[in-house]
């Protein structure tokens, strides 16, 4: 399975994806906090643990090159060729020039005499003759090869770039689908394409994800308030006390503590 990044336009609604050519290497990180303490008599308590956010990192290539698996644009079409080559060179028979006597005194005329009397006796006499390798001559010949085009010729290592770059500048959460795991609400923290000569037109692409915890919200209706809010009461002034309809069914008042005390004291 391919590596994938994608995520939803926020604008359009629209899902955008990218889609890496080749991946050199996917490394996961996740890791765990463990919380510990000193308490008195030295020993360390750990009491508590939690899960750090995980991060993804991604190395991966984007290619110019026409990919029907990417490109719907992309078919497969015949190309002739004119290859230049250099022909069989064959052989050729020429004829030495081997000295003859007088010999001179000397290493080298002793050399000469002696490789001219052993060719006159291999030939029968006359001039010794010997077959070499002939001069190779260039010629072309037609090739028809099958190669990928495109109707429509693009720059795709731009594409996929201003791409990523449009996810972290807006804060996008990605998802990242893997050979073997998926990765959800991740924010892209970094993106770095090197331009080096070994590349060629190809883009070399680091990216840097990391997992943002999203808290969910909830809308609930209000209770119904008793009186409408910011109603202000109207002062209606000092009112004269009633008179109270059971004051006669009532018995007389109690004494306070201070009238109880003195009636205590007699």
Request: glycine share 8%; hydrophobic share 35%; aromatic share 4%.
């Amino acid at each position: 399975m391919a590596t994938i990044i994608y995520w939803q336009d926020p604008d359009s609604g629209v899902t955008e994806s990218v889609q890496l050519d080749a991946v050199q290497n996917v490394t996961p990180d996740d890791q765990l906090t463990i919380t510990d303490h000193v308490v008195e008599g030295g020993a360390t308590i750990t009491d508590h643990a939690q899960k750090d956010p995980n991060t993804v990192s991604i190395e991966g290539i984007v290619s110019n090159m026409p990919n029907p698996r990417l490109d719907s644009d992309a078919h497969q079409a015949s190309l002739d060729l004119q290859v230049a080559q250099m022909s069989s060179p064959g052989t050729k028979t020429i004829t030495l020039d081997v000295p003859r006597p007088p010999v001179q005194l000397s290493p080298s005329g002793l050399i000469q005499a002696g490789v001219s009397a052993v060719v006159g006796l291999l030939s029968g006499g006359g001039s010794p003759k010997a077959t070499v390798r002939d001069r190779a001559k260039q010629t072309s010949i037609s090739q028809s090869v099958q190669v990928f085009q495109q109707d429509a010729p693009r720059d795709r290592v731009r594409d996929v770039y201003e791409l990523l770059l449009k996810a972290q500048e807006q804060k996008l959460l990605c998802t990242i689908q893997t050979r073997r795991r998926e990765y959800f609400d991740m924010l892209l923290k970094g993106i770095g394409e090197p331009d080096t000569i070994e590349d060629g037109k190809a883009g070399r692409f680091q990216l840097e994800f990391r997992y943002i915890k999203v808290a969910d919200s909830e809308t609930v209706l209000a209770p119904q308030p008793t009186e409408a809010r910011g109603h202000v009461g109207v002062s209606k002034g000092s009112q004269a006390a009633k008179a109270d309809p059971n004051a006669d069914k009532k018995g007389p008042l109690r004494s306070t503590k201070k009238e109880q005390r003195l009636a205590g004291e007699e």
